[in-house]
């Protein structure tokens, strides 16, 4: 069993920055890809950025220039620097260690002012 812990959700204005972490609890041996996607109302669940544990990444096309996603040397966490957020950003965001097949709970991000 695997556990994906997400924090560092809140309010932000726009222009503004968060800082996301994911962390894997459980029996794993290496996860190979985590990544960052999410959610908005009414809205399907979309990639968001993605990371091997030899730090090969991708972004959605949205985010790039803005959001920055790194793995922990340990391999077994993961975050996601945003910054310039905009409104369009809101929206829950999950972890997803792509090989395990585990998700998050979730974790709530919303650009307002």
């Known amino acids: 069993q695997v556990q994906l812990v997400e924090s560092g959700g809140g309010l932000v204005q726009p222009g503004g920055s968060l800082r996301l972490s994911c962390v894997a609890s459980?029996?794993?041996?290496?996860?190979?890809?985590m990544g960052w996607y999410r959610q908005a109302p009414g809205k399907q669940r979309e990639l968001v950025a993605m990371?091997?544990?030899?730090?090969?990444?991708n972004y959605a096309d949205s985010v790039k220039g803005r959001f920055t996603i790194t793995r922990a040397y340990t391999g077994n966490a993961v975050y996601l620097e945003m910054n310039s957020l905009k409104p369009e950003d809101t929206a829950v965001y999950y972890c997803?260690?792509?090989?395990?097949?585990?998700w998050g709970r979730g974790t709530q991000v919303t650009v307002s002012s």
């Open positions: 459980g029996s794993f041996g290496s996860i190979y890809r």
């Open positions: 990371s091997t544990n030899g730090g090969i990444t």
């Open positions: 997803h260690a792509v090989d395990l097949g585990y």
